[in-house]
């Protein structure tokens, strides 16, 4: 391990400390007991374990492939509201295809709310009321960096999925934290309805899938919470704006995404000439509510833009 990577541990446990001291947000709380890996130890190649980070846990998994030689990409996938890492573990797919490719993957738990459920306090309208004292972006951004300090991450690809409250979550840490975060995927989440709430520092790559049969958080938009999100395609078309892309989408493909709707039913639209060989993407699952059925052409679509070199 480079001699630097303790140093940089350091650094990370400080910077714990200070966001748990910090006097105008509550602790992040500890929402259960997990088997603590001995931080800053890496796991070996293959390797399985839950990491403490902020109180939190934080499932890691490392592919067999990993070398601490060469730097790896980061995927971060994120749950739903009332959700947690082993659910959306297994309804998105994703982990098989990721350490094939040689991705590090990590599952991070949200905070256990007063009602036990797991909630990212991501926005007004999912899904942060009576939550202001919870700074998941920060958490996040803090999960990132212990990561990067623990094993040889690319920064650039490093990339944040999310499901649902995940998906908006997702979107928030890439507008919070674009020197962080290369790339945003978000299935049935929704971009802030204010544009002044999302300013990254610097172009990122993102996938906006949606169902169009969505009832929950709806692909045409809606109000949650008494507070407006936008539709799946102005989530899509205001991260072309940040990005400096194309005005309006150059192609079109088709894709099946969802095993339980039949045929290509997923239509890809992508924006092209962004800044700093960023993409957008907007996938609509034709026939699919809230949870489609993902078989596994999502995982190689996801992991596809996960570890496209720019």
């Known amino acids: 391990m480079p001699a630097h990577r303790p140093i940089l541990a350091t650094i990370v446990a400080l910077v714990a400390l200070l966001l748990a001291a910090c006097g105008s947000r509550a602790p992040l709380p500890a929402a259960e007991q997990p088997v603590v890996l001995a ?3 890496a796991l070996p190649a293959g390797a399985a374990g839950i990491l403490d980070v902020g109180g939190r846990s934080v499932q ?3 592919p067999p492939a990993y070398d601490a030689s060469r730097p790896a990409p980061l995927l971060v996938v994120l749950h739903g509201l009332g959700s947690d890492a082993a659910r959306v573990d297994a309804s998105l797919g994703l982990r098989d295809e990721a350490l094939a490719r040689g991705v590090l993957y990590a599952l991070p ?3 256990q709310g007063p009602d036990g459920r797991r909630f990212w306090n991501a926005s007004d309208a999912c899904c942060g009321v009576d939550r202001a004292g919870v700074d998941d972006s920060a958490y ?3 999960v990132i960096r212990t990561l990067a300090a623990t094993y040889a991450v690319d920064p650039e690809r490093v990339a944040v999925v999310g499901y649902s409250n995940g998906g908006f979550m997702a979107y928030r840490t890439a507008c919070d934290h674009a020197d962080l975060v290369s790339v945003a995927v978000s299935l049935a989440g929704a971009m802030p309805a204010d544009a002044a709430d999302c300013r990254p520092s610097r172009p990122v790559s993102v996938v906006q899938a949606h169902g169009t049969d969505d009832r929950v958080i ?3 938009g809606g109000v949650r919470d008494g507070h407006a999100y936008p539709a799946a395609a102005e989530s899509a078309a205001a991260w072309a704006r940040l990005d400096g892309c194309a005005t309006t989408p150059s192609s079109t493909a088709h894709r099946g995404l969802d095993t339980a709707v039949p045929g290509a039913e997923t239509t890809v639209s992508t924006w092209d000439r962004c800044s700093g060989g ?10 699919a509510g809230h949870a489609p059925t993902l078989g596994s052409e999502f995982a190689t679509a996801v992991l596809d833009v996960v570890t496209e070199v720019r």
């Open 39 to 41: 931080a800053p130890a």
């Open 60 to 62: 890691v998994q490392v």
């Open 218 to 220: 709806r692909a045409g």
């Open 140 to 142: 996040l951004a803090l």
């Open 109 to 111: 738990e949200g905070t």
């Open 278 to 287: 960023a993409s957008v993407e907007l996938w609509s699952i034709a026939g």
